[in-house]
């Protein structure tokens, strides 16, 4: 009978130390966590995003080539707008305004853009919620018909952007979101988002919304003011012609990038005399060293490309189309016009 005592003690004893072992594990454990939340959160992180750690790009499936009829015709006007970007592109009757420039160039885009009796803007996209890009979007909306418009899921609380979304809701219009690889026709061409960040909130340029079109047998690349991070991220295709991004900043175009899309011919849209010494000397090299024709619009003015989808044509000319004294193009007050054939 004393050995059953014994041996009942003897297990309450060793249950008692085993539930005050773990017990004291847990407490512990308790104390860590508390005491250094973020190394613990951050390990946890670690282990949980991976694939965020590594060199993987995405890749995303663009059309090489489009069928186009015998009568097929691409214009891309890439507006000498300042220290800002717009570009229009007419395909076969369609129509696309890629941003549109300050607040202030925004009746002047109007004035022009009717002057091409143009009446209806099919897609409407502004890159990112930057003065530079969508401060005439609010003209444009106003005395344009608008079929679809484009910008990022991300917000600002300047008065630009909040008379963006004023005209939109003025005319009972709403934002179409898009994300990579969504496609759309335009004309005989065909647009694939190749990049638009929804998330990233601290640096806007990073949410650019990046298309290329494919048309015919031409390729085009518009980057908004997509960044290195950008680039980095995306397995990109050969293109004929880049509108380079950030206005040439050497935040962007890194020798990576530009020897994957290597451009035959490259587009900078930038002020003259502008405060930011854009574009950067160092995206001037890397495009020189991979042979791009450079197009500017502080030195060439507006930049009108034409093409049949086989070859295109490329004329410069004045069209005072930037409201701010400061970065207007004062060296072209008289029309000129220069071709070049691509084959």
Request: glycine content about 8%; charged content about 20%; proline content about 2%.
């Amino acid at each position: 009978m004393r050995n059953a005592t014994k041996k009942k003690k003897h297990s309450q004893i060793k249950s008692f130390l085993i539930t005050l072992f773990f017990g004291i594990v847990l407490i512990i454990g308790a104390i860590i966590s508390n005491q250094f939340p973020d190394q613990v959160n951050n390990l946890i992180e670690e282990n949980l995003n991976i694939s965020a750690n590594t060199n993987n790009t995405i890749s995303v499936n663009t059309v090489g080539n489009t069928v186009v009829s015998a009568d097929s015709k691409l214009q891309i006007y890439y507006f000498d707008v300042g220290q800002a970007d717009s570009e229009l592109v007419i395909a076969d009757g369609q129509v696309m305004l890629i941003d549109a420039g300050n607040n202030e160039d925004g009746p002047l885009l109007v004035n022009y853009i009717k002057g091409l009796g143009i009446q209806k803007i099919d897609y409407l996209v502004g890159t990112h919620p930057h003065e530079d890009h969508i401060g005439g979007l609010d003209d444009i909306i106003n005395n344009f018909d608008i079929g679809k418009i484009y910008m990022p899921d991300v917000t600002t609380t300047t008065a630009t952007f909040q008379s963006v979304l004023e005209a939109i809701s003025a005319k009972g219009l709403s934002i179409t979101r898009c994300e990579i690889g969504n496609t759309f026709g335009l004309g005989d061409g065909i647009c694939t988002i190749m990049s638009v960040e929804n998330e990233q909130q601290s640096n806007l340029n990073l949410n650019s919304i990046v298309i290329h079109l494919a048309y015919g047998e031409k390729t085009f690349l518009f980057m908004g003011d997509a960044e290195k991070e950008i680039e980095e991220k995306i397995s990109w295709p050969k293109v004929d012609v880049l509108k380079v991004a950030h206005h040439g900043s050497d935040t962007s175009s890194t020798e990576k990038f530009l020897n994957a899309v290597k451009p035959e011919v490259a587009v900078i849209s930038v002020g003259t005399n502008n405060t930011y010494s854009h574009p950067a000397k160092s995206t001037l090299d890397a495009l020189s060293k991979i042979g791009a024709k450079v197009y500017r619009t502080d030195k060439d003015g507006t930049i009108l490309l034409t093409s049949d989808g086989k070859t295109y044509n490329i004329q410069t000319f004045s069209t005072a189309l930037d409201g701010n004294p400061s970065t207007a193009n004062k060296t072209n007050t008289d029309s000129q016009e220069n071709t070049t054939n691509e084959n």
